[in-house]
C-alpha cells in the first residue's frame, strides 16, 4: 500500500501551477455536468417524448458539439485560448437558465443544438491551454490531471443531479448554469494574465510565424483516418450517457438517484486510478498497445451487459469499461496535441475534439432506434463490436502515426 501511494504520489510530480488551476476549472464546471446525463430520462419521464424523438434531440445535441468544437479551434487559433473559455463560459449560463422552458421536440432540440454549440466551443481551447501550459515530457499526465478534474466533477455532477432531479428536473439546468459561472469566476481570476509556456503572440495573418512543418489538420491523411477511428470509439464508448442511462431505467427499474450514482462511481473510478494507471504504463508500454488493449476492453464490458446478474454486475461492467477509458481517451489528446504545431494546436485539437462531436450526432439517434425496434441486447452486441473492430483499426492506422 505504501508503495502505490507513492506511485500516486510521483505521478503529479513535474506538472504546473497553471495545469493544476486549468484542472480546477474543469473541475468546477464538470461538477455542474446535471444535464447531459439525465437528458434522455427528462425527455422520456417529463416531456413524454419517444425514444426516436429523444435520439434526435440527444442528435441535436450532437450537431451542437460538432459546429462548437469546430468553430472553437478556429477561434483559439485566431484569438487565443484565453478569450474564447471565458467567453464559452460565460455564455452558457444564459442558456442553463432558460432551458427548461422549451418544452416541445422543436423547440427543445433547437436549445440544445445552441446550447451545446456555445458550451462545447470551451474544448479545444482547454486542450490547447493544457498543451501550452505543460511541460512537453508532462503533456500525457497534464491531459490526465484535466481529466481526472472532468471525470471528479462528473461522479459528483450525476449524483447531486439524481437528487436535483428527485425534486425537479429543473434544477439540474439550474445547477449547469451556477457551475458554468463560478467556473468562469475562477479561470478569469487566475489566467487573465498568466504567460502560457508556449504561447505564441496573436499577430496579423500576414506576420504569422511560419515554420516550414505546418499541416493542414484537415488535410493530414493519417490524422484524419485516426479521427475516424476515434469517432467510432466514441460513437460507441458514448452510448454511456445516452442510451445506457435509459437501460438501466428500463430493464432494472433504477431511479434517477440510483443512476446517477452508478454514473458518478464511474467518475470516482477514473480520479482514483487513472494518474496511478498512465504513469504505470507510460514508461513499459507504446502508445499504440495501450490504446488497442483499452478499445477491446470497453468493449468487453458492453458484452457484459447481456448477462443479467443483477445490480454488482452493472457496477462491475462500468468499472471495466472506466479502465477501457483510461487508456484511450487520454493519449488521443496527445497523439493530436503532438501531430501538431504551435501554429496549428488549435485546428488540431479542435479536429480531434470534431470526431468525438460528431460520433454524438448519429450515435444516440442509432442507439434509441437499435434500443426501441431490436431490443437491448442487440444494442450492447453491436456496441461491443465496434469497439473489437476499432481496436484493430487504432492498430493499423498508429503504426503510421
Known amino acids: 500500500m505504501k508503495r ?185 481570476y487566475f489566467f487573465r494574465n498568466r504567460k502560457a509556456r508556449t504561447e505564441l503572440p496573436l499577430k496579423p495573418a500576414k506576420e504569422k510565424i511560419i515554420t516550414g512543418k505546418d499541416r493542414n489538420a484537415y488535410r493530414d491523411l493519417p490524422f484524419i483516418v485516426f479521427n475516424i477511428f476515434c469517432c467510432l470509439f466514441a460513437m460507441a464508448f458514448f452510448q454511456l450517457l445516452s442510451t445506457l442511462p435509459l437501460f438501466y431505467k428500463d430493464v432494472y427499474g433504477m431511479s434517477p438517484s440510483q443512476i446517477g450514482l452508478i454514473l458518478g462511481f464511474s467518475g470516482f473510478v477514473i480520479v482514483v486510478f487513472e494518474m496511478l494507471l498512465i504513469h504505470s504504463l507510460e514508461d513499459r508500454f507504446s502508445i499504440r498497445q495501450v490504446m488497442i488493449f483499452g478499445t477491446a476492453v470497453s468493449g468487453i464490458s458492453y458484452y457484459m451487459l447481456n448477462l443479467q446478474f443483477g445490480i454488482p454486475w452493472l457496477y462491475l461492467s462500468m ?41 454524438n450526432i448519429l450515435s444516440p439517434y442509432l442507439g434509441t432506434y437499435a434500443a426501441d425496434h431490436f431490443g437491448y441486447p442487440v444494442l450492447w452486441l453491436i456496441t461491443g463490436t465496434v469497439l473489437m473492430g476499432t481496436s484493430f483499426g487504432f492498430a493499423w492506422i498508429l503504426k503510421k502515426l
Open 4 to 188: 502505490l501511494f507513492q506511485i500516486y504520489i510521483d505521478s503529479y510530480k513535474g506538472l504546473s501551477q497553471a495545469a493544476w488551476l486549468l484542472a480546477l476549472v474543469m473541475l468546477i464546471n464538470r461538477t455542474g455536468s446535471m444535464v447531459i446525463p439525465f437528458l434522455g430520462i427528462y425527455m422520456s419521464s417529463e416531456l413524454d417524448f419517444s425514444k426516436p424523438q429523444v435520439g434526435m434531440v440527444l442528435g441535436c445535441f450532437g450537431l451542437g458539439s460538432v459546429c462548437g468544437s469546430y468553430i472553437g479551434g478556429w477561434l483559439t487559433d485566431k484569438f487565443g485560448s484565453f478569450i474564447v473559455q471565458a467567453s464559452s463560459l460565460v455564455m452558457t449560463i444564459p442558456l442553463f437558465l432558460i432551458a427548461p422552458n422549451f418544452r416541445t421536440f422543436e423547440s427543445l432540440a433547437v436549445m440544445i443544438f445552441i446550447l451545446t454549440l456555445t458550451a462545447d466551443i470551451f474544448r479545444p481551447a482547454n486542450s490547447v491551454s493544457v498543451a501550452r501550459y505543460a511541460k512537453p515530457e508532462n503533456l500525457t499526465r497534464a491531459y490526465s490531471l484535466n481529466r481526472m478534474a472532468v471525470n471528479l466533477g462528473f461522479s459528483i455532477g450525476p449524483a447531486l443531479g439524481g437528487f436535483l432531479a428527485g425534486f425537479s428536473y429543473n434544477w439540474i439546468f439550474y445547477g449547469n448554469a451556477l457551475a458554468a459561472g463560478c467556473a468562469a469566476i475562477v479561470f478569469f
Open 319 to 359: 468499472f471495466i469499461l472506466c479502465i477501457g477509458e483510461m487508456l484511450v481517451l487520454p493519449y488521443m489528446a496527445t497523439i493530436s496535441a503532438k501531430r501538431a504545431t504551435p501554429n496549428t494546436q488549435g485546428a488540431y485539437m479542435g479536429f480531434n475534439s470534431l470526431a468525438f462531436a460528431a460520433s
